[in-house]
């Protein structure tokens, strides 16, 4: 039998001392691995059905459901598992801990909106010369506008009617469904028009005009023939008229499948991982609980990537008032018993960071950057310039999660959002530190973000789900 070749006092050293982020595929089992893979199987479904934050309120409702979650209501309530559903657009879910809620709540934050392009309130107009019946529209959040020329689109939102009806629309997503397009230049015809301009200049945003029709209405004394022919047709399917489209939120994504990327199979593509991985892990994780010791929060945001603005983003009152209705249950009903709760609850702010990507690797501190397939990244601080706009985590409160993630084998790493002045972006984490409750962020690392088609790695959706769950039941 070979001898072990002993360490030399360097290498014991290093390996005492020393910190190094570790790849996923190399230290998990096989047992994890394949659990990897089995939540990524899950995890693409949800993915797929769910392209915009109304739809992912939608599954979540049904999935809470079937796993005995009640509506938060009350009135003689009986259980400790619950949800409230905020204008259809985001949502808050809770199990009730056996501690004292005022001890606090260990509450996960995750947005389920995602960059887009929106109709605008009067989309529809017909291009006299070529006879092209085109949508207006207005896009939302940070997009890279060239990456949405001459892709598949498809159509997902609702029109409120003048009787207050709401009807549904999804178109594209079938594999028989027509789907639609920015239809980009050609490279014959772009020297002047796109290449000699900045890349972010190339393409206006108006010029992001969705293709919508080409078959005039026969009838030689209407003036927009193919527009009155694209009316008729949305009367017929849909029973709207167009003033129905100044009520309606009608957003554009890609009509993308999601599918498992790599010859190993080890990433996940689609559109929307920013931040639906997070949202998907944080239910996965607060499912799990049943009797947690402190009281279980999930709450899915909406309006993070404009800023956390309106009624149904994170700025807003609705998960304190949540809080305080959860505080109601154990009649404890006062204010400061509200405040206590808040200032001593513990928040992971789940969002996904920018992992390294090989082919611009430029514009990382490579040793402080998150590379994908090396687990959860907890993130102290984000922000521009002189961490401006930033939750910037306590140190202990930093301390106390790494401790617990070591505990339990969570794969995590640490991770800042590219070079010092390189750029920036901001979380959700600020704002939920404005309560008094400590805050980090934290979430997988992904390439490509915010474009069409976002990667992520099966072992790092996994090791943010099992991080929430251990963060959930032990925090
Ligand atoms: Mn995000
Ligand atoms: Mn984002």
Same mark, same amino acid.
């Given at each position: 039998?070979?001898?072990?070749?002993?360490?030399?006092?360097?290498?014991?050293?290093?390996?005492?001392?020393?910190?190094?982020?570790?790849?996923?595929?190399?230290?998990?089992?096989?047992?994890?691995?394949?659990?990897?893979?089995?939540?990524?199987?899950?995890?693409?479904?949800?993915?797929?059905?769910?392209?915009?934050?109304?739809?992912?309120?939608?599954?979540?409702? /049904?999935?809470?459901?079937?796993?005995?979650?009640?509506?938060?209501?009350?009135?003689?309530?009986? #259980?400790?598992?619950?949800?409230?559903?905020?204008?259809?657009?985001?949502?808050?879910?809770?199990?009730?801990?056996?501690?004292?809620?005022?001890?606090?709540?260990?509450?996960?934050?995750? #947005?389920?909106?995602?960059?887009?392009?929106?109709?605008?309130?009067?989309?529809?107009?017909?291009?006299?010369?070529?006879?092209?019946?085109? +949508?207006?529209?207005?896009?939302?959040?940070?997009?890279?506008?060239?990456?949405?020329?001459?892709?598949?689109?498809?159509?997902?939102?609702?029109?409120?009617?003048?009787?207050?009806?709401?009807?549904?629309?999804?178109?594209?997503?079938?594999?028989?469904?027509?789907?639609?397009?920015?239809?980009?230049?050609?490279?014959?015809?772009?020297?002047?028009?796109? *290449?000699?301009?900045?890349?972010?200049?190339?393409?206006?945003?108006?010029?992001?005009?969705?293709?919508?029709?080409?078959?005039?209405?026969?009838?030689?004394?209407?003036?927009?023939?193919?527009?009155?022919?694209?009316?008729?047709?949305?009367?017929?399917?849909?029973?709207?008229?167009?003033?129905?489209?100044?009520?309606?939120?009608?957003?554009?994504?890609?009509?993308?499948?999601?599918?498992?990327?790599?010859?190993?199979?080890?990433?996940?593509?689609?559109?929307?991982?920013?931040?639906?991985?997070?949202?998907?892990?944080?239910?996965? /994780?607060?499912?799990?609980?049943?009797?947690?010791?402190?009281?279980?929060?999930?709450?899915?945001?909406?309006?993070?990537?404009?800023?956390?603005?309106?009624?149904?983003?994170?700025?807003?009152?609705?998960?304190?008032?949540?809080?305080?209705?959860?505080?109601?249950?154990?009649?404890?009903?006062? *204010?400061?018993?509200?405040?206590?709760?808040?200032?001593?609850?513990?928040?992971?702010?789940?969002?996904?960071? /920018?992992?390294?990507?090989?082919?611009?690797?430029?514009?990382?501190?490579?040793?402080?950057?998150?590379?994908?397939?090396?687990?959860?990244?907890?993130?102290?601080?984000?922000?521009?310039?002189?961490?401006?706009?930033?939750?910037?985590?306590?140190?202990?409160?930093?301390?106390?999660?790494?401790?617990?993630?070591?505990?339990?084998?969570?794969?995590?790493?640490?991770?800042?959002?590219?070079?010092?002045?390189?750029?920036?972006?901001?979380?959700?984490?600020?704002?939920?530190? +404005?309560?008094?409750?400590?805050?980090?962020?934290?979430?997988?690392?992904?390439?490509?973000?915010?474009?069409? *088609?976002?990667?992520?790695?099966?072992?790092?959706?996994?090791?943010?789900?099992?991080? *929430?769950?251990?963060?959930?039941?032990?925090?």
């Amino acid at each position: 039998m070979k001898q072990k070749e002993e360490k030399t006092k360097g290498e014991t050293l290093e390996k005492r001392l020393g910190y190094k982020r570790r790849c996923f595929w190399e230290i998990a089992d096989e047992q994890e691995k394949k659990q990897a893979f089995n939540l990524a199987e899950e995890y693409r479904k949800f993915l797929y059905k769910g392209k915009t934050e109304r739809e992912v309120v939608n599954i979540t409702k /049904a999935i809470l459901e079937e796993n005995e979650f009640h509506s938060l209501t009350l009135k003689g309530e009986n #259980h400790n598992k619950f949800y409230r559903i905020n204008h259809n657009k985001n949502v808050a879910i809770a199990v009730l801990g056996k501690e004292d809620i005022s001890n606090g709540v260990n509450l996960i934050v995750a #947005h389920i909106d995602s960059p887009r392009v929106d109709l605008k309130q009067q989309p529809l107009y017909e291009e006299k010369e070529t006879k092209l019946a085109l +949508l207006h529209t207005h896009y939302y959040g940070g997009i890279k506008k060239y990456q949405w020329m001459s892709i598949p689109l498809s159509l997902h939102g609702i029109v409120i009617k003048e009787d207050g009806s709401k009807v549904e629309v999804v178109i594209g997503e079938k594999h028989d469904d027509p789907v639609f397009t920015f239809a980009d230049l050609l490279p014959h015809l772009a020297k002047n028009e796109q *290449y000699s301009k900045k890349l972010a200049e190339a393409i206006p945003a108006e010029k992001l005009r969705l293709l919508f029709g080409s078959i005039p209405f026969t009838d030689e004394k209407v003036k927009d023939k193919v527009k009155l022919n694209i009316l008729t047709i949305l009367e017929e399917k849909y029973g709207i008229k167009e003033e129905d489209l100044i009520s309606a939120e009608m957003e554009i994504v890609p009509a993308f499948k999601v599918n498992d990327v790599g010859l190993d199979r080890s990433m996940i593509g689609g559109y929307g991982h920013d931040d639906r991985i997070c949202a998907y892990s944080a239910l996965q /994780a607060i499912l799990g609980q049943n009797n947690p010791k402190r009281t279980s929060v999930v709450f899915l945001a909406d309006k993070e990537e404009i800023g956390s603005e309106g009624n149904t983003g994170a700025k807003s009152q609705f998960i304190k008032d949540f809080i305080y209705d959860l505080i109601k249950l154990t009649n404890k009903d006062s *204010y400061d018993v509200l405040t206590k709760t808040l200032m001593n609850s513990k928040v992971l702010s789940g969002d996904v960071n /920018a992992g390294v990507n090989p082919c611009f690797v430029n514009v990382h501190e490579k040793q402080n950057a998150a590379h994908i397939g090396f687990g959860v990244c907890l993130t102290k601080f984000t922000g521009s310039r002189g961490k401006s706009s930033s939750n910037d985590a306590n140190a202990e409160f930093v301390g106390e999660i790494r401790a617990l993630f070591n505990k339990y084998s969570v794969n995590w790493q640490t991770g800042e959002l590219g070079k010092v002045d390189e750029g920036g972006g901001g979380t959700i984490a600020q704002f939920m530190a +404005l309560y008094g409750a400590s805050v980090i962020d934290c979430g997988p690392p992904i390439l490509a973000m915010h474009s069409p *088609y976002e990667i992520a790695s099966k072992a790092d959706l996994y090791s943010t789900y099992k991080g *929430y769950k251990i963060f959930l039941q032990f925090a």
